[in-house]
Each structure stands twice: as C-alpha cells, then as structure tokens.
C-alpha cells in the first residue's frame, strides 16, 4: 500500500493537524528550478540519495520517504522494498532518469506525493489523485469501518447510502466494493472532484451502482433533497476546519488542496449543520449519520442538534486510531405515520 508507512507523517501528505482537511480553485505550483540533470548515468539509490538530499535542502517534508517513494513508481513498484536489490544499484535509462527529475522537481514545489504520482492507496482500493481534489486521509479508512460495521444492521437488500462531500470517492467506492448490493448517492459542489470519483468508480466496476451529482448542498438543498429518496446511511467527511486555522495548514495543502474541502467556517460547523438539518428529510427511520469532524466538534454537534433538529438523536462519539474524538453518529428517530 502507497501510504501505509506514512500514518506518523502528516506533513508527508498534508494531513490535518490538529483536526484539519481546503478554497476554491487550484493554485498551481509556484515556480521552482530543476537541478541539473546529472552528467554521468547514475543508479536508483544514487538518484534515491541525491533527490533525498535536494528535498531537505529545500525544506520539503519527509524527505527521504518522498524520494523513495517517487523512485519506486517510476520503476513500477510500490515500494522500493518490494524491488530487487540487484535493480537498486543498476543504472537508470535516460527516459526514467529524465521522468525522475520531472517527477521529483514537483514535489520539490510541496506538491503532494499523491498528486506527484496520480495514485494513492485508500484501504484495498489503489484510487486516482489529481488537484485540487482533496486527498483522503487515514481518518476516513477508520470512518469507513464504522459505517461497514454498522451496515450489517441497517440495510436490508438494495439499501442507499448518501455521501456529502465525496472527493475522488474514497468513501463511496469503498463501500460499494465492500458490500455488493449497496447502491450510493455521492455529491459535490466540485466538478473536479465528481469527475474523479466517477472514474475511480469506472476503474473498481461500481459505477453501475454509484450516482455522482455535482450538487452544493449549502446552495442545492432542494435538488439533493429531490434526488435522495429514503438513504439507510448519510455520511461525511466534510469541510470542519476553523477558518483561523487554515492559514496554518502546511503548503501542500495552501498550494495545491481545494480550500472549500477544508474550510468549515468560523466554528467549522457551516456544513456540518446544514447536513444535520437535512438529514431527517433524507434518512429512513432510524438511519443514521456518520460524520468525521474535529475533536473539539462532538460535543458542540449534540448541543446543537438537541436543540435544532428534534428528530435526530446523538448516538455516540466514536475516537480515531491516535485516541481523538472523530467520528460521530447520530439517529433519525422520525415519527412514523401511524404515530402522528
């Protein structure tokens, strides 16, 4: 898996400190000069140590993982340790020597190993990255395993789920993959980012059975509304950074990350609580939403939801792998038509 060595190291992919995830638009890389291109041939762990050297020179994070990395794409592995040592000290061809320094010349610009090879591993899935889409997190594996964990109870055969905010549909196309009779609605407000996730619906077979709609639910509450029918399971990774935070998110984040996947507005709420206002109108009874948030958020989630939406109940706040309060859970407990 690309990224499995990476969990002690955000900087490497620009995970969120703190809690965090990004402003319309995509900033581009900022103008960085290549090394000159050796003048002799050189071998993969000559190029390994000498890009390694460049990226620390330059205050790139994760140096040494990141040339790694790169160099282990190029030559078509995952990982340098899965290649042959005698592979390691044979000399690179022109063309990959070439590929090599205009690959590692934009992680040099802090562009994110994900977006600097276009792939990134997702729990059992190998899912295309590109920017501005925001990259999935290790958080939202752990998001994934409380939804598929409680699936087994709330779907019965050909069920839905509703996913808010779905990126490259890391999400979606993990829960599909998971549980063949699932069916997905998946939004955006990001073109880009519906784009991707149909094609990484199309790359694992799903997309029969995804709906990918690029709908603002800020803006679009009336179209998702008519499009959502009864969903068993809403769930979310959304934009739940403070907005004073952002400024301190690393530059591979500022630079190259959609800001409107991070930026949850004064208190990070803003699209949390437009969620949970729409949520009993979209869920079956007793479905439930499933969110990944900031620590600080849960308390301040149940608080508000008890007093304005009456028909949803604050189940539990579940902790991530680094014991951080992350994920909550709620419950419709809408009226049923014979009780009113």
């Not at 690959?103 to 190993?113: A, D, E, K, Y």
């Not at 019965?156 to 549909?169: K, P, R, Y």
């Not at 790359?203 to 499009?227: S, W």
């Not at 007793?286 to 189940?315: F, K």
Request: overall charge negative; hydrophobic content about 40%.
């Amino acid at each position: 898996m690309w990224r499995r060595a990476l969990r002690g190291g955000p900087a490497f992919i620009g995970l969120r400190s703190g809690g965090t995830k990004a402003p319309w638009g995509f900033h581009g890389p900022r103008a960085c000069s290549a090394p000159a291109l050796p003048a002799d041939r050189i071998t993969v762990l000559q190029a390994v140590d000498f890009w390694t050297k460049q990226f620390e020179g330059k205050g790139v994070s994760e140096p040494e993982l990141s040339s790694r990395y790169i160099t282990a794409y190029l030559l078509g592995a995952k990982t340098m340790e899965s290649l042959e040592q005698q592979r390691l000290k044979e000399f690179l061809s022109k063309e990959e020597t070439d590929r090599l320094w205009e690959l590692c010349t934009r992680r040099l610009s802090r562009m994110p190993v994900q977006y600097v090879i276009g792939e990134w591993d997702f729990r059992d899935l190998t899912l295309k990255m590109r920017p501005p889409v925001f990259i999935p997190r290790p958080e939202t594996e752990e998001l994934v395993e409380l939804v598929l964990t409680d699936l087994q109870r709330l779907l019965g055969c050909g069920d839905t789920v509703l996913e808010v905010g779905c990126g490259s549909g890391a999400i979606s196309v993990s829960l599909l993959k998971s549980r063949p009779q699932l069916k997905a609605l998946a939004l955006d407000r990001s073109q880009e980012a519906v784009d991707l996730t149909r094609e990484n619906a199309l790359r694992y077979g799903v997309q029969d059975r995804l709906q990918v709609h690029n709908i603002d639910v800020m803006k679009d509450a009336d179209t998702l509304l008519g499009l959502s029918g009864s969903a068993a399971v809403l769930v979310s990774n959304p934009p739940y950074l403070f907005s004073q935070d952002v400024a301190t998110l690393q530059p591979e984040i500022l630079r190259f990350e959609d800001r409107s996947a991070l930026d949850g507005g004064e208190d990070g709420l803003n699209v949390i609580k437009q969620i949970l206002t729409l949520a009993p109108r979209i869920l079956q009874n007793q479905g439930r939403v499933y969110l990944e948030v900031d620590p600080r958020h849960p308390p301040l989630i149940q608080q508000w939801v008890e007093v304005n939406v009456d028909s949803l109940q604050y189940i539990e706040t579940r902790n991530d792998i680094c014991s951080r309060p992350r994920f909550c859970i709620l419950q419709n407990e809408a009226r049923k038509p014979d009780q009113d």
